[in-house]
Antibody, heavy 123, light 114 residues
């Protein structure tokens, strides 16, 4: 059974940065992508971007371009998402999820999810 | 961006009855080259992450009860629960992955017991 374990809750002040980690296990890390999705209280999921664990290529949602960075450490099967210049409306639960990909690394749907990390931005 | 619109926003169904949730995309998410609809359905229970139920509009994930089924093509899709069980109370989301930058979700449909 696939396991994605995320780092713990964070409280940050406006303007600060946050890093959320996602450690994968029980599958071959470099044969699936990793995506990050957030969910504000009472809202639907919002996609931040994704990263190829094969070559580190990333694609970010336009809304987060310049503020988000996604990386992976294949030696520890860990993905990390950093969000900078935090605002109060960044308060949300942040999820990592495993991405099913085609043979050419075209990303498809999200078949396993981490437990979520609550990031609270408050002065 | 492809906009996904679900209906209704909330739904109350009696135990054992059928529940149907609709999802409409702002443009076709059917790829003729592989004859597939690039749509997934997720279930989210309170305090939990979303769980993938169905991919490619109608392919049930392993372990998902067969009372869940997906249908539709092009721009109009449905998720049907044939006989509602108490454990099916959740919010359901559709998601398109035809245009992956960005991936987009529907606003969600809250399913409750009548």
């Amino acid at each position: 059974q696939v396991l994605l374990v995320q780092s713990g809750a964070e409280v940050k002040k406006p303007g600060a940065s946050v890093k959320v980690s996602c450690k994968a296990s029980l599958y071959s890390f470099t044969t699936y992508g990793i995506t990050w999705v957030r969910q504000a209280p009472g809202q639907g999921p919002e996609w931040l971007g994704w990263i190829s664990t094969y070559n580190g290529n990333t694609n970010y949602a336009q809304k987060f371009q310049g503020r988000v960075t996604m990386t992976t450490d294949t030696s520890t099967s860990t993905a990390i998402m950093e969000l900078r210049r935090l605002r109060s409306d960044d308060t949300a639960v942040y999820y990592c999820a495993r991405v099913r990909v085609d043979f050419d690394w075209t990303p498809y749907y999200f078949d396993s999810w981490g437990q979520g990390t609550l990031v609270t931005v408050s002065s | 961006d492809i906009v996904m619109t679900q209906s209704p926003d909330s739904l109350a169904v009696s135990l054992g009855e059928r529940a149907t949730i609709n999802c409409k995309s702002s443009q076709s998410i059917f790829y003729s080259s592989d004859n597939k609809n690039y749509l997934a359905w997720y279930q989210q229970k309170p305090g939990q992450p979303p769980k993938l139920l169905i991919s490619w509009a109608s392919t049930r994930e392993s372990g998902v009860p067969d009372r869940f089924s997906g249908s539709g093509s092009g721009t109009d899709f449905s998720l049907t629960i044939s006989s509602l069980q108490a454990e099916d109370v959740a919010v359901y989301y559709c998601q398109q992955f035809y245009s992956i930058f960005p991936v987009t979700f529907g606003q969600g449909t809250k399913l409750e017991i009548k």
